[in-house]
T-cell receptor
């Protein structure tokens, strides 16, 4: 699976949009981008995933560049409860169920400031 | 609430002992994944079961073993425990039908070995 690079930490003001970048310059055509977050030792929480089109759900938006070498997770109106470590993960999509485990890096620690 | 249930939430035991961690996946999910998170290692994939069969192994020690039962719940057995095994142990489940199903994590079991 392609390696990802994320900034170790970011700050965001409460109520503003939080834009978390992720670089995955070696991504290949059959690899999806997944975003998870972990709030203070709770289990990682699935946020969103995408292949090449932009995606939006009730939690966030995922913007993937046209060349797919980077992406941005957008939390439109950050709250204090969004303070967490955010992980960007690339996973090859395969019918082989033995290749489904996610590999977590060190993520970005987002601190939402009041 | 992810729908993945892990028990117990906390476990304190002594070195050399053996413990069993239990995971109930979300209804309909066929896959169970186990992860370990210690302070200095981040989230490490241990093992993956799909519909009762082992499908992939990560950094799982020989002292650790797992199984998935016909009702799809899973148990992770840790034996000859050492101080370094103190960690959060997470279970995740996934429907794994198709190629892009995300993993959904439980809130973990915190193991303390004294």
């Amino acid at each position: 699976d392609a390696k990802t690079t994320q900034p170790p930490s970011m700050d965001c003001a409460e109520g503003r949009a939080a834009n978390l970048p992720c670089n995955h310059s070696t991504i290949s055509g059959n690899e999806y981008v997944y975003w998870y977050r972990q709030i203070h030792s709770q289990g990682p929480q699935y946020i969103i995933h995408g292949l090449k089109n932009n995606e939006t759900n009730e939690m966030a938006s995922l913007i993937i560049t046209e060349d797919r070498k980077s992406s941005t997770l957008i939390l439109p109106h950050a709250t204090l409860r969004d303070t967490a470590v955010y992980y960007c993960i690339v996973r090859v999509e395969s019918w082989d169920t033995g290749r489904r485990a996610l590999t977590f890096g060190s993520g970005t620690r987002l601190q939402v400031q009041p | 609430d992810s729908g993945v249930t892990q028990t117990p939430k906390h476990l304190i035991t002594a070195t050399g002992q053996r413990v069993t961690l239990r995971c109930s996946p979300r209804s309909g999910d066929l896959s169970v994944y186990w992860y370990q998170q210690s302070l200095d290692q981040g989230l490490q994939f241990l093992i993956h079961y799909y519909n009762g069969e082992e499908r992939a192994k990560g950094n799982i020690l020989e002292r650790f073993s797992a199984q998935q039962f016909p009702d799809l719940h899973s148990e992770l057995n840790l034996s000859s425990l050492e101080l370094g095994d103190s960690a959060l142990y997470f279970c995740a489940s996934s429907v794994d039908f198709g190629t892009e199903s995300p993993l959904h994590f439980g809130n973990g079991t915190r193991l303390t070995v004294t």
